[in-house]
């Protein structure tokens, strides 16, 4: 039984779709004005994770993860690079996708942009006017009048008090409610523009994501998603846009992710903490950064440092060292680690428990490789089998060892080994011996970072 975490209710749920084994998903994408970072890479491999595990499961899955091409950072880049905001748009999208299939995701069934969605937009705002959920402020523009929703912070889980406690009040405000929000904004002059009832303009966030995706997969669809940022205010604001305009439930189940983070902050394009994907494929294999992504569960943080990404090149060495040179066979059947596996996925998709699962298969196959190589090459299927559902394991063994040990030219465990002998020289205040010790990491290009968490390495 498949049981996911609903940000909604807040509590894990038997998943039960609107209609027997089919299941309508989306995801909020990226806004393409730069390329994207290894965390939203984090986001969208717990949703590729998600989706492959529910075709495994059988389902017939519709994923529908739009693409952000018009806001006001898409245009002050475009501005300032002086060139015109589709050119910049596309330039992310292909190196998105290129990012994106490097880490072995799934692509999208359909990958709507709001510029093609500005009619579904325009008759949302309108229903919402008719409804009055809506009103045409003093400057023109089009917002949300929050007070008159009344499930108002549902996703949030939080009343509209509560919420204003922590809503910024700008000087001047044409809004009736500080919580209220735009969902047609008339344009400045040169910025670019659509016609409306409303006067030229474009519209707001959150309008895009509840008229895309209730246009492409229906008023009611079963599960919605993005990384935690999004809970408040866009879902919420998405969630309330769409129930006040067709008077239905919008979405069954809301899926969050948990942040990457760099020294315990969330990596972002704003804070600089951040390392683009292109950036990491020049130093790891795609596939130990795509384990590296699934090593906590996806609605935890996740911590970037070099060690784990370390470790997660070592358990993948360790798994294609357990393939290696095992001949063809049919993978295991009704076998106690396939049904701990699926255990551990339908419980809300825990890639930390079924990777250990995999781990105990690799050993089995090890311990048997001498004794039985044709049980051994059975668990070896098994293995492989179980490692598609997650996207890994699918190289060449002697390919993906080959080319780890071309790209590590530093012994692993030595670097290891010396770390913690100057923790122990440190904690014995052998400050001479310590400092020896990192002159000898020094001369192999390594470079510690010491934290309140431990040290970290990198290579120079
Ligand atoms: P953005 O393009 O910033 O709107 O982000 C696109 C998606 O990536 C959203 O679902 C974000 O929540 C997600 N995201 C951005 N930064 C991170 C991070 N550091 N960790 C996890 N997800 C993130
Ligand atoms: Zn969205």
């Given at each position: 039984m498949l049981k996911i975490y609903n940000s909604l209710t807040r509590k894990k749920e038997v998943f039960k779709p609107i209609q027997t084994g089919k299941v309508k998903l989306y995801v909020c994408g990226v806004t393409v004005y730069d390329y994207c970072h290894l965390g939203h890479a984090r986001t969208y491999t717990a949703f590729d994770v998600a989706i492959r595990y529910l075709q495994w499961r059988g389902y017939d899955v519709t994923y529908v993860r739009n693409i952000t091409d018009i806001d006001d950072k898409i245009i002050k880049r475009a501005n300032e690079n002086k060139e015109d905001f589709h050119e910049l748009v596309k330039r992310y999208t292909t190196a998105m996708h290129e990012d994106f299939a490097a880490l072995g995701m799934t692509k999208p069934h359909h990958e709507p942009t709001a510029t093609e969605f500005i009619p579904q937009m325009i008759s949302m705002v309108d229903k919402l006017l008719e409804n009055k959920k809506a009103y045409i402020a003093s400057n023109g523009d089009v917002y949300f009048s929050v007070r008159d929703?009344?499930?108002?912070?549902?996703?949030?889980?939080?009343?509209?008090?509560?919420?204003?406690?922590?809503?910024?009040?700008?000087?001047?405000?044409?809004?009736?409610?500080?919580?209220?929000?735009?969902?047609?904004?008339?344009?400045?002059?040169?910025?670019?523009?659509?016609?409306?009832?409303?006067?030229?303009?474009?519209?707001?966030?959150?309008?895009?994501?509840?008229?895309?995706?209730?246009?492409?997969?229906?008023?009611?669809?079963?599960i919605h998603g993005g990384g935690k940022d999004l809970i408040f205010p866009h879902h919420e604001n998405e969630l309330a846009e769409a129930e006040a305009a067709t008077q239905e439930k919008f979405v069954n189940l809301w899926m969050h992710a948990g942040f990457l983070q760099v020294a315990k902050e969330k990596m972002s394009k704003s804070l600089g903490?951040?390392?683009?994907?292109?950036?990491?494929?020049?130093?790891?294999?795609?596939?130990?950064?795509?384990?590296?992504?699934?090593?906590?569960?996806?609605?935890?943080?996740?911590?970037?440092?070099?060690?784990?990404?370390?470790?997660?090149?070592?358990?993948?060495?360790?798994?294609?060292?357990?393939?290696?040179?095992?001949?063809?066979?049919?993978?295991?059947?009704?076998?106690?680690?396939?049904?701990?596996?699926?255990?551990?996925m339908d419980d809300d998709f825990n890639t930390p428990i079924a990777f250990s699962v995999l781990f105990d298969l690799a050993h089995e196959v090890q311990r048997l490789r001498a004794s039985d190589l044709a049980l051994a090459s059975m668990h070896a299927a098994l293995l492989k089998k179980l490692g598609k559902v997650l996207g890994i394991l699918q190289d060449d063994p002697h390919d993906f060892l080959m080319n780890e040990k071309k790209n590590s030219d530093v012994d692993v465990e030595k670097v290891n080994a010396l770390i913690v002998a100057r923790n122990e020289a440190r904690a014995a205040k052998l400050w001479a011996e310590a400092d020896r010790i990192r002159a000898q990491l020094t001369e192999m290009k390594i470079v510690l970072e010491d934290n309140a968490e431990g040290t970290v390495w990198k290579h120079e």
């Amino acid at each position: 039984m498949l049981k996911i975490y609903n940000s909604l209710t807040r509590k894990k749920e038997v998943f039960k779709p609107i209609q027997t084994g089919k299941v309508k998903l989306y995801v909020c994408g990226v806004t393409v004005y730069d390329y994207c970072h290894l965390g939203h890479a984090r986001t969208y491999t717990a949703f590729d994770v998600a989706i492959r595990y529910l075709q495994w499961r059988g389902y017939d899955v519709t994923y529908v993860r739009n693409i952000t091409d018009i806001d006001d950072k898409i245009i002050k880049r475009a501005n300032e690079n002086k060139e015109d905001f589709h050119e910049l748009v596309k330039r992310y999208t292909t190196a998105m996708h290129e990012d994106f299939a490097a880490l072995g995701m799934t692509k999208p069934h359909h990958e709507p942009t709001a510029t093609e969605f500005i009619p579904q937009m325009i008759s949302m705002v309108d229903k919402l006017l008719e409804n009055k959920k809506a009103y045409i402020a003093s400057n023109g523009d089009v917002y949300f009048s929050v007070r008159d929703f009344e499930n108002y912070g549902c996703l949030a889980h939080r009343n509209i008090d509560q919420l204003e406690s922590g809503a910024r009040v700008e000087i001047n405000d044409v809004k009736q409610d500080p919580l209220d929000f735009v969902l047609w904004k008339l344009a400045k002059p040169n910025e670019p523009q659509w016609e409306s009832p409303w006067g030229a303009g474009r519209p707001g966030w959150h309008i895009e994501c509840a008229a895309m995706s209730t246009s492409m997969l229906g008023n009611t669809f079963d599960i919605h998603g993005g990384g935690k940022d999004l809970i408040f205010p866009h879902h919420e604001n998405e969630l309330a846009e769409a129930e006040a305009a067709t008077q239905e439930k919008f979405v069954n189940l809301w899926m969050h992710a948990g942040f990457l983070q760099v020294a315990k902050e969330k990596m972002s394009k704003s804070l600089g903490n951040f390392f683009t994907i292109r950036d990491c494929l020049e130093n790891h294999a795609p596939e130990v950064l795509r384990y590296f992504l699934m090593t906590s569960h996806y609605r935890s943080q996740l911590q970037y440092a070099d060690e784990t990404i370390i470790q997660s090149r070592n358990a993948l060495e360790r798994f294609y060292t357990a393939l290696r040179d095992m001949p063809s066979a049919e993978a295991l059947v009704d076998s106690a680690y396939e049904e701990k596996f699926v255990n551990a996925m339908d419980d809300d998709f825990n890639t930390p428990i079924a990777f250990s699962v995999l781990f105990d298969l690799a050993h089995e196959v090890q311990r048997l490789r001498a004794s039985d190589l044709a049980l051994a090459s059975m668990h070896a299927a098994l293995l492989k089998k179980l490692g598609k559902v997650l996207g890994i394991l699918q190289d060449d063994p002697h390919d993906f060892l080959m080319n780890e040990k071309k790209n590590s030219d530093v012994d692993v465990e030595k670097v290891n080994a010396l770390i913690v002998a100057r923790n122990e020289a440190r904690a014995a205040k052998l400050w001479a011996e310590a400092d020896r010790i990192r002159a000898q990491l020094t001369e192999m290009k390594i470079v510690l970072e010491d934290n309140a968490e431990g040290t970290v390495w990198k290579h120079e």
